[in-house]
């Protein structure tokens, strides 16, 4: 494909001049001086000038140009002799042949880039490609229709730093998967420059020099907003059906709880009003009384075995236990939350240790409980501004052989007396919450003979931690 420039642009038009004034030059020095060296190789000068600016027709009739006029020049000085100004001739044909070969060659090397670079532009994605430092050298239309940022406003600019870009992972986690398989996919968080938020597919491809070291990165997105609002608008759904669920549920056995309840607690009033009128008679009738006291503390320990029954009703089903690696589970768990540690802007560590032995227990009540513990770990850290949002996820192995998992954020922590409550029945931290998200959770634990609990960091957060038995045991 031919790279002719018509009309040529004043910068073509000056390098052109150049081109010529440098070969009439060399072809004067040439021609008219005595001098004992090769002049006519500064002919390749001419030759490069011109390649860079003209087709491939054009640079083969500069060649043939200069060719000629070496030739002229030996002949109109030398004649036909034979002897070192042949050899001087000889060479100086030779650097302009080759010159003029290795020119046309990268001539077809660029407008083969530049093919590849339209096609690339033709793509819906965003593509562009980035140093290892994360400089831009090359941004596609797809990337200035997404991020509204034109090619020649973000050439030579960090990438991440520019988009705001917010990480599935931490960065040296990421680059560390890249350089160890050439390959990188997950969900990134940008920012346009307007100031909008968009989800992006990101696909990175490394690139590499001939000694195998990193060179550059080819980075795809695209963009998955619509899509996730639309997954976003169904857990909604999903989670209102639910909640629906459960109030229904309760209405249906409001009754018979009413019932049970309002019998021990009637005779605690009952009794309640009998000890007061036998302690208000004028001479007062102490043993009554206790007698009274005695029957309310065993009304109320019948109404704390009817509470007791119906919790254990609500837990009647019997688990699934099955051998199950905890890595694994957690792993299954991640992408239903991925989407608000994103919102929320929290970096999530991963530290499974893969040597574990599996656990008994049931896949959903496990991954019930690690949803809970996320989620609240992230609601946690909701008004954190003055430190990274930081939720590390751990899992290792007791002295005792059990396997411990721990879920760590960089939020505003807890104090003991919290610590020792959080996961009591109807108690709660947070405005409008029912209290039983970890109650639950606690008796998943029980069940599975396991053991769950919190405690505050060293500095800024809270750790919940539970431990279960390996299936082996």
Not at 153 to 175: D, M, R
Not at 197 to 210: E, F, G, I, K
Request: hydrophobic share 45%.
């Amino acid at each position: 494909m031919a790279l002719s420039v018509s009309p040529p642009s004043a910068q073509t038009a000056g390098m052109l001049v150049a081109a010529a004034a440098l070969g009439l030059g060399v072809f004067l020095v040439d021609t008219a001086t005595p001098l004992d060296i090769a002049v006519a190789v500064l002919y390749v000068v001419v030759i490069l000038i011109a390649a860079s600016v003209m087709s491939r027709r054009g640079i083969m009739i500069v060649a043939g140009l200069c060719f000629a006029l070496t030739l002229f020049s030996f002949l109109f000085a030398h004649g036909l002799t034979v002897g070192p100004a042949l050899a001087r001739c000889v060479m100086s044909l030779s650097a302009i042949a080759i010159t003029t070969f290795l020119a046309l060659k990268n001539q077809e090397a660029v407008t083969v880039l530049k093919e590849q670079a339209s096609l690339i532009d033709l793509s819906h994605d965003a593509i562009f490609v980035r140093d290892m430092d994360s400089t831009i050298r090359f941004w596609n239309r797809g990337a200035e229709r997404l991020y509204g940022w034109a090619r020649d406003e973000v050439l030579g600019k960090q990438s991440h730093v520019l988009l705001q870009t917010v990480f599935p992972a931490t960065p040296e986690a990421i680059v560390r998967e890249l350089l160890e398989t050439d390959r990188w996919e997950g969900t990134l968080l940008h920012t346009t420059r307007a100031g909008a938020r968009v989800s992006v597919a990101s696909r990175w491809a490394l690139q590499r020099d001939p000694r195998g070291r990193p060179l550059a990165v080819l980075e795809t997105n695209t963009d998955i907003t619509e899509r996730q609002h639309a997954q976003e608008a169904l857990q909604q759904a999903q989670a209102n059906l639910a909640h629906v669920t459960r109030v229904t549920t309760l209405g249906e056995l409001a009754a018979s709880i009413a019932h049970e309840v309002n019998q021990p607690l009637a005779a605690v009033v009952t009794n309640g009003e009998a000890g007061l009128r036998w302690l208000g008679r004028a001479e007062p009738d102490l043993e009554e009384a206790k007698g009274a006291l005695h029957r309310m503390i065993a009304d109320g320990k019948r109404a704390g075995e009817v509470i007791a029954r119906i919790r254990s009703l609500a837990r009647k089903a019997p688990t699934q236990a099955a051998p199950l690696s905890i890595a694994e589970t957690i792993e299954e768990v991640l992408p239903l939350v991925q989407r608000e540690l994103m919102r929320h802007r929290v970096r999530l560590r991963l530290d499974l240790a893969r040597d574990l032995p599996t656990v008994a227990a049931d896949r959903v009540q496990l991954q019930q409980v690690m949803i809970n513990l996320l989620v609240n770990a992230v609601q946690a850290m909701e008004s954190v501004t003055d430190r990274p949002r930081e939720l590390t996820v751990r899992t290792s192995r007791c002295d005792d052989g059990r396997v411990l998992v721990e879920v760590e954020d960089s939020g505003l922590g807890l104090d003991a007396d919290t610590a020792g409550r959080l996961f009591d029945a109807f108690y709660t931290t947070k405005p409008g919450g029912m209290g039983m998200g970890l109650s639950i959770c606690r008796s998943i634990m029980e069940a599975h003979g396991g053991r769950i609990w919190a405690a505050p960091n060293d500095g800024p957060g809270a750790t919940f931690r539970f431990t279960l038995p390996p299936a082996a045991l």
